[in-house]
């Protein structure tokens, strides 16, 4: 097959573009910045609670910077390997920008705690799971189209298939603790995945162009006591991937060392210290060590320096890796960074995590915008026709089945920003609160 006709098959849609005035990739990219579900990303908690300060990330600006710092990876792979035949298969600017902009469109409010509530909600119902909802939004509830979603090509929805994998193929009930809930439903962290068992055909549909067999190496699964892992992603979403771990590893501590959540002292205990451990003759821990004191300096244009040169140093090494597993390149290559880089990007995370995502007083919010999601989802499932907005509730009455019923209820709640699911809260639970004329 020549080219043209390769590209026409990635830039497919399942409903048809009625013009070719821009270019593909680039309409993706404007879809998902005009969507209602990209601009509550605003109002949506990334790592620290909204409210707490204007200063640090949201989901939106962690989606803005992770689409930035694809296609600056994008931009430098094209450059290094422009006279390999990997050139071909490498991203446009607007194809990685649409995929890291739209990566986590679909994420519950109050962070991955609002994620685990609605799983525990949905336990019996088919699951809930960010990924898949952010697919879901893509190809169902996006408001470009009236059955399609924001109508994305094939080859954007590809780049967003970070699991390939279905809810219940990867799903293990049985370490989901019952006795427990609700008060309690640390256990009920969903399983990794793109894709809710209802929207199964959608995964059929992205994944046409390639072999069956190819097809089905990309959703083997690694069996596991928890929940059961995929093992493979394709050439985009291992860029997009990249990008995302390194705007959390960075960018997030960032924040953290701006509110001085994090110590300088911890810095080189838990950061340098490991670092050194694991590479003893590596330049006494890389770029990490050597940048310290600018990280700490207390000035922002100091710190703002030092942030860009570590992006800039994690980005900079990146390079394509062929798997030889797969027949189809979009599938074999894969971006990849050198395992000290790795070993250094995983310490910037894990002293996020331990010094701001695990500590009391972020967990005692994430505990309220758990119950707060919990106790919204059982009032709408007992009295959907009086607290459902109708457009809502007339979509809920067309479902067949109870499950799928729920299902309207949870992209509901899904969509909510904090602020809304907060106020939607207290108008129906606090008696002083709420109004005949109160639209939210």
């Known amino acids: 097959m020549s080219n043209i006709g390769i590209n026409q098959l990635w830039q497919a849609r399942q409903q048809a573009a009625s013009s070719r005035e821009r270019e593909d990739f680039a309409r993706d990219r404007a879809r998902i910045i005009h969507s209602a579900f990209f601009r509550r990303l605003q109002g949506k908690t990334q790592v620290l609670g909204l409210g707490e300060s204007d200063f640090y990330r949201t989901r939106l600006t962690h989606s803005l910077e992770v689409a930035q710092i694809a296609g600056g990876i994008v931009a430098y792979l094209q450059e290094k390997y422009r006279h390999t035949d990997y050139a071909t298969f490498i991203p446009s600017q607007n194809l990685i920008e649409s995929i890291g902009l739209a990566h986590d469109i679909g994420h519950a409010p109050f962070g991955h705690g609002g994620e685990v509530a609605l799983n525990y909600v949905m336990r019996d119902d088919g699951g809930f799971e960010g990924n898949a909802q952010t697919m879901r939004i893509c190809t169902q509830l996006g408001e470009y189209s009236e059955d399609d979603g924001l109508n994305l090509t094939r080859r954007t929805l590809l780049g967003l298939i970070k699991y390939p994998a279905t809810y219940s193929q990867v799903v293990n009930h049985a370490i989901y603790d019952e006795e427990k809930a609700p008060l309690n439903i640390d256990s009920f962290k969903p399983p990794k995945c793109s ?160 010094h701001v995502i695990e500590i009391p007083e972020v967990q005692t919010l994430v505990y309220k915008g758990q119950q707060m999601i919990v106790r919204l989802f059982e009032a709408m499932d007992s009295n959907p026709q009086r607290l459902l907005e109708k457009k809502h509730y007339d979509k809920y009455q067309r479902q067949d089945t109870q499950s799928a019923k729920r299902r309207i209820i949870c992209d509901y709640i899904a969509g909510d920003t904090d602020e809304y699911a907060t106020r939607l809260y207290h108008k129906i639970f606090t008696p002083s609160n709420g109004s005949v004329f109160d639209r939210l």
């Not at 067999?213 to 929940?227: M, P, S, W, Y």
């Not at 990008?243 to 080189?268: F, N, P, S």
């Not at 394509?320 to 597993?325: A, H, L, R």
């Not at 797969?326 to 894969?334: G, Q, R, Y």
């Open 195 to 354: 894709f809710f068992d209802c929207d199964s055909a959608y995964f059929l549909w992205i994944v046409a162009p390639f072999s069956s067999e190819d097809v089905k190496r990309f959703t083997t699964l690694n069996q596991a006591t928890g929940h059961h892992k995929t093992q493979f992603k394709s050439f985009d979403t291992s860029i997009m991937e990249l990008a995302d771990d390194i705007a959390y590893g960075i960018h997030d501590l960032e924040d953290a060392i701006a509110l001085q959540l994090i110590t300088q002292k911890q810095w080189q205990h838990e950061v340098i210290d490991k670092i050194n451990h694991s590479f003893p003759n590596y330049q006494r821990g890389g770029v990490v060590a050597n940048i310290s004191e600018d990280l700490f300096s207390g000035k922002n244009r100091i710190r703002k320096k030092a942030i860009s040169y570590l992006v800039n140093y994690f980005v900079s090494q990146i390079e394509i890796v062929k798997q030889g597993v797969f027949e189809h390149e979009l599938l074999d290559l894969n971006a990849m960074m050198p395992e000290n880089l790795c070993t250094e990007l995983t310490a910037l995370k894990c002293i996020v995590a331990t």
